[in-house]
């Protein structure tokens, strides 16, 4: 077979290059995932295709799980749905022992389908219609309020119904990590938070059962828990002190880092990033450090999303073709989009070849396939040469690309899940021309076209 032959560039040398042929690799290739060929995988369930490890799902839930109840008597997690809603991943959590934490109606309904009982349920976010409160309240659900007019809808819908509804106020707040997340629920320094629970509690039709927050997310810095968790418990305080009302449940939210690498930071994220036990001890001590007697500790409850499931995700894709820009600098293209990789827009994923590779690696643009100028997933990593063909897998992938992917001029990949005993299970199928255009309705003078 002929070579492939390449017009030589030349190219101005950067400082830091080992020598002119350019960097030795470091890298390995990725050729299998848990056991299974990243090639068999490929050709059965094509490319792209996103791969989930249960097993790994479950390693780092229960290592999460464990960080917090060496501490802390009463600990529960609730799987953030929009993390990624996929039902046998939610169902890995729920079978753990996770509740559902959702934030908006279809959530909610999937939630409900999936089995979770109505009343370990926890609705957040900015957008339940009176439609989903009726429910939440029927479900005896725990509705995290998030505004005043949720709550005067919620009252006015209750009234002369005879029903109670279990609610939580969520709370923001400053915890020196700017900018600060004030858009959800109610502030505390301002004393909006306090106006809430005393509007509840004088409400007979309301039960505030806990106090919610989630700071914001890819958290790096452990004492803004801290903090949050030292003003949830002064507010837990002073309830308890001027109206007699006990809540139940601290709910710190969630926001702790995956160890993916985010873009613009200079080290990576492995080297960097709080683990379990930092996040955990500093809500603890917080919540230890306050006084409650043992009886009245509420219990804890965490809705820990990317950083449970980020790892566990692989993307594999295809070389569709390498080239040259008009400055010299090499291109490679896959067949792997941002519409597919939204976490691309925020983390430089780490991507391995899956076959063997030269050894010299050259500083190239990774480019998906959509006819997009902004469509690149790296805009400049060292990387063996790829070739046409060549594939690739790109790691820590399991949060939120499954819930906030596009179906952009072409088709969302099948997403399989390798179970713990190494069997290869597709969770969700490869879209069809057929699954996308049957939404859609064509009026009667519309359906023929003759040209
Ligand atoms: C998105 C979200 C989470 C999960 O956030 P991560 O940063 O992925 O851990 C938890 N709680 C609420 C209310 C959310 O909106």
Known sequence: MKPDYERPVIQ???????????????????????????SSLMEQHGSPL?????????????????????????????????????????????????????????????AIRNGVPGNLILFNGPDKSTE?????VDNRSLIHLDHFDELYTLIEML??????????????????????WDRFGFNYE???????????????????????????????????????AQKLCQLMQTTAGKTGVRVKYLDMGGGFCSSNTLKGTYLQGADVIPSFDDYAEAIVSSIMQFGFRPEELPLLI????????????????????????????????????????????????RISPAQEFTQHNEEMALYGP??????????????????????????????????????????????VLIDTSGSVQTIRKKETLESITSQEIVPDHLKACKL
């Open 159 to 180: 009234e002369g119904t005879g029903k109670r509804a279990r609610v939580a106020i969520r709370v923001n707040m400053d915890t020196g990590v700017y900018p600060q």
């Open 370 to 415: 959509l006819c997009m100028n902004i469509d690149c997933i790296r805009e400049s990593v060292s990387l063996p040469l790829l070739k046409k063909g060549d594939r690739v897998v790109v790691h820590e992938v399991g949060a939120y690309n499954m819930t906030q992917w596009m179906q952009f001029i072409t088709l969302r990949p099948a997403v």
């Open 12 to 38: 101005k040398l950067n400082a830091g290059l080992l020598n002119k042929f350019g960097s030795r690799s470091l890298q390995q290739p990725v050729k299998e995932i848990e056991g299974v060929p990243v």
């Open 302 to 349: 965490l809705e820990t999303g990317r950083a449970l499931i980020d790892e566990a995700g692989y993307l594999l894709g295809t070389v569709l073709a390498s080239k040259r820009l008009s400055d010299g600098r090499r291109s490679t293209i896959l067949d792997i989009g941002v519409n597919i990789l939204f976490t691309s827009f925020w983390y430089n994923h």
């Open 50 to 110: 996103f791969v989930l490890s249960e097993r790994t799902i479950r390693q780092t839930y229960r290592r999460a799980l464990r960080a917090f109840t060496m501490r802390y008597p009463k600990v529960q997690f609730a799987w953030s749905y929009k993390t990624n809603y996929l039902d046998a991943i939610c169902n890995i959590f729920h079978q753990e022992g996770s509740w559902a934490e959702v934030v908006s109606g279809f959530e909610y309904q999937k």
């Open 132 to 136: 989903d409160l009726r429910l939440a």
């Open 190 to 228: 301002s004393g909006e938070a306090w106006n809430a629970i005393m509007k509840i509690v004088t409400q007979p039709n309301l039960e505030l059962e806990g106090l919610h927050c989630h700071i914001g997310t890819y958290m790096l810095t452990p004492s803004a828990y801290a903090t949050a």
